[in-house]
């Protein structure tokens, strides 16, 4: 029976797309806590604002991170969310699951919490909503025993790094991404579990430039694969597609009108370095032009395959808008060779000279996109030792402010003002 | 067994990570990972992957609300147990994926979801609208703006036909983000909900010696709006902060340093509209939503202006774009002149950009369209 009207919220209950109200209902039916939650929200609706309180620290022994204190403001209506906190558990690369481990989470989650989740939050954790501050321990102790899995990131700390499906289920990786992301899930445990850094910092891995973690707009280092070589060609399914016989797209444009598929309009006029052309009917590419974009790919899936000497792009520094303005990934390492055989040692390295780096100087709560900003991209390059090149940069500076070093000019900064005025009255 | 609060280091097992993501892979996938020759969409929400192997791998996407039960995830459970093999995935995009390894187990497996009411809606593939990402909002964050969970159901319902279809010219992507931390990341999707603050925070003198260290409260203002200064509180002079009103962007950034600034309020909040983000490198590089509506307001359970704003801007797209051109790509092709006037959005001075690096998006050419801005 529910334990508070909620008219508005119940308007929710209708309509095509899965309803959040109905199933929070199905849920307090087995927790009766949930009715609370359902309360406090419908209040919301009524005010049009917030009825959480401001955070609240708690966590388990050992740990500065993964649990995040949430408390309502209006305990005594809802007493079932007076603690309400957020359990981050850190998600199986990639996502997939047996129903045997999903419901081992479901069933610690009924012993010791609200029952209410996201699968997942926006950094790739399971979430667990809602859970008392007395219940913290023991679920964490039955999360390690019972399920031998761990808590993710919150605070300044590496957060849960997160991957597309990768190669386990896509033809366009360029690497596995789900063993780099368990690979340095486990090395950094420390760095997950403890906050040591001025602010948060995020992983993700992309295995070709569709970027389906977003990996270049919201990740501190964004590891995008790629390749060096030439893009793949099977010329009789370029025939094929021209035919009509194999569906453009991969079939995504099926219930559009658009007529028959068009080569010239759909593939070569959109390459955005103009690197393709038809010799006769076969497709031509001038790979050494080409920008490794995945728009020919995107549309002939059968006939063009990324190249095969593959790799990743690695980019720095990507962040939402707080505080200074949002910032895409900055290309720094254009190609580096990702293999488990060295257990991906060049990435190692490279993520521990940001560190090295960011936590000396960086400020309490900056982004290591924001300390590049603030120092300057010539300065980041010089610090993590690589030659700077043009792929750096989207242009040359239009400004002449260039910081010359005392040791670039001929006879150093010093000078004798006394002998320049031998020669140069005032 | 289990944990003895009496002794709570005794056993004590940390920093194992998580799962080994090739226990969870069903069959068909770790039989054939780095094996995929190509995939079709055989319809909206149905993906084919080929394998050099001969075999195939069927996908059927579902939406779900990201805030979902444990009893709802059960039921997925038994939804994969009948037809997977006890195995499947979550997307990014927070559908869900069930796989079987061969053509005919598709049709009983879209039987069993079809069955079940509204609860597994097929579909968020190629050319169509997949599911929002979205943040906590009221039901679980303290320093939101604006509802997540109701306003994506609000607008899913409403686009509802494009998540089960794929008619558009490109894939469009939504987001959700309900205060301008943007734990969402929606800076750059094709349409960005976004909630916003519009007044500046309250200082709540009587709890900020206790709660707030004033330094960090008075560096977080971006715009140094915010300053030491001194209050009387029960007779005795307290140190404390005061907010420069003129200088504030209703970041909310003090808040989150200091409980005692909070700025969240009935008639202040809404939502603003932003357009024309994309992630991927293909054709055009990533590119930033750019704000086109500064505010509408929250009007819960069902947001109807917010819903309008948007299922006009998308059919507008849809209307007007080329084949393969995302929200962006069609706005820079046409120029946002363009977009404002076959939107019908009001221009207003609100999407000019006077923060931190704005002189880049001011128009330094003589080249621009007569659109009826121009009187």
């Known amino acids: ?426 | 067994m289990g944990y003895d609060p009496a002794n709570p280091m005794v056993d004590r097992i940390t920093d194992i990570g998580p799962h080994y993501y090739a226990d969870f892979h069903p069959p068909v996938i770790a039989k054939n990972k780095g094996k995929w020759l190509y995939h079709e969409i055989t319809q909206a929400g149905v993906l084919m992957h080929k394998s050099e192997t001969g075999d195939e791998c069927w996908t059927v996407r579902v939406g779900a609300a990201r805030l979902i039960s444990i009893e709802h995830i059960r039921e997925i459970c038994e939804i994969a147990d009948a037809h997977c093999g006890g195995f499947l995935r979550f997307t990014t995009r927070n559908n869900i994926e069930f796989m079987v390894d061969s053509k005919d187990k598709v049709q009983p497996l879209l039987d069993d979801l079809a069955s079940r009411g509204t609860k597994f809606p097929v579909g968020g593939t190629g050319a169509g609208v997949t599911n929002i990402v979205h943040t906590q909002g009221w039901v679980h964050c303290h320093t939101p703006a604006t509802d997540a969970s109701g306003v994506v159901k609000a607008v899913m319902d409403e686009l509802f036909d494009y998540f089960t279809s794929m008619k558009l010219p490109a894939q469009v992507r939504i987001a959700l983000a309900c205060c301008l931390n943007m734990c969402g990341a929606v800076h750059a999707s094709d349409i960005a909900i976004l909630g916003v603050h519009r007044k500046p925070p309250m200082i709540d003198h009587t709890r900020i010696t206790g709660v707030c260290e004033l330094p960090l409260a008075i560096a977080s203002c971006p715009l140094g709006a915010v300053k030491p200064a001194k209050a009387e509180i029960d007779g005795k002079e307290i140190k404390t902060v005061k907010v420069n009103v003129d200088r504030c962007m209703f970041c909310g950034n003090c808040y989150t340093m200091c409980p005692a600034m909070p700025l969240a309020d009935p008639d202040g909040d809404g939502i603003a509209i932003l357009v024309g983000g994309k992630v991927s490198n293909a054709k055009s590089a990533p590119k930033f939503s750019k704000l086109v509506i500064p505010f509408l307001p929250n009007t819960p359970p069902r947001w109807p202006e917010t819903v309008a704003a948007i299922k006009n801007i998308l059919e507008t797209y849809a209307k007007d774009a080329k084949k393969y051109e995302r929200v962006g790509e069609w706005a820079e092709r046409i120029g946002w002149e363009k977009f404002f006037e076959k939107c019908n959005i009001p221009f207003t001075i609100k999407s000019i950009d006077d923060y931190r690096l704005a002189y880049d998006t001011w128009r330094t050419t003589t080249q621009f369209k007569y659109t009826n801005h121009i009187k």
């Open chain 1, 1 to 426: 029976m529910a334990k508070h009207d909620t008219p508005l919220l119940d308007q929710l209950e209708s309509g095509p797309w899965p309803s959040f109200v109905s199933d929070i209902k199905r849920q307090a039916e087995k927790n009766p806590d949930c009715w609370d939650i359902l309360g406090q929200l419908e209040l919301s609706y009524t005010d049009k604002i917030t009825h959480w309180k401001h955070g609240g620290i708690v966590g388990v022994f050992g740990y500065g991170g993964g649990i995040v204190g949430r408390y309502s403001d209006v305990p005594k209506r809802f007493p079932g969310v007076e603690h309400f906190h957020t359990v981050r558990v850190n998600q199986p690369s990639s996502k997939y699951y047996s129903t045997e481990n999903l419901r081992g989470i479901c069933d610690l989650w009924e012993k010791h919490g609200s029952g209410m989740t996201n699968m997942h939050g926006s950094t790739g954790d399971i979430i667990l909503l809602g859970c008392r501050t007395e219940e913290l321990e023991p679920f964490f102790y039955d999360l390690t025993h019972v399920l031998g899995q761990d808590l993710g990131g919150s605070g300044s700390n590496l957060r849960t790094p997160a991957n597309c499906l990768g190669q386990s289920r896509c033809e366009w990786s360029c690497y596995d991404t789900e063993e780099v992301c368990y690979h340095l899930t486990m090395h950094y445990q420390d760095e997950i579990h403890r906050p040591a850094f001025p602010y948060k910092f995020k992983f993700k891995f992309s295995g070709c430039a569709n970027d389906c973690v977003a990996a270049i707009a919201r990740s501190d280092v964004a590891v995008i694969g790629t390749w060096r070589d030439d893009i793949r060609i099977d010329q009789a399914a370029v025939k094929e597609y021209i035919a009509g016989n194999i569906v453009s797209n991969g079939g995504a444009h099926a219930d559009g009108d658009w007529g028959a598929f068009d080569i010239q309009k759909e593939v070569i006029a959109l390459c955005p370095t103009d690197c393709m052309w038809m010799e006769g009917d076969k497709l031509k590419i001038d790979n050494s032009e080409c920008t490794r974009c995945m728009h020919c790919i995107n549309v002939m899936p059968r006939a063009l395959r990324p190249g095969a000497h593959q790799g990743a792009s690695v980019c720095v520094g990507a962040k939402a808008p707080i505080l200074d303005g949002a910032q895409f990934a900055t290309l720094i390492v254009p190609f580096m060779e990702l293999s488990k055989d060295n257990e991906f040692e060049n990435l190692i390295e490279f993520i521990e000279g940001i560190w090295d780096w960011w936590m000396e100087v960086g400020k309490n709560r900056e982004r290591v996109g924001e300390t590049m900003q603030r120092v300057g991209l010539p300065t980041f390059i010089k610090v993590m030792g690589l030659e700077p090149i043009p792929q750096h940069v989207r242009e040359p500076r239009s400004n002449p402010y260039v910081f010359w070093q005392d040791e670039e000019v001929p006879g150093g900064f010093e000078r004798d003002v006394v002998e320049f005025r031998k020669k140069h009255a005032a």
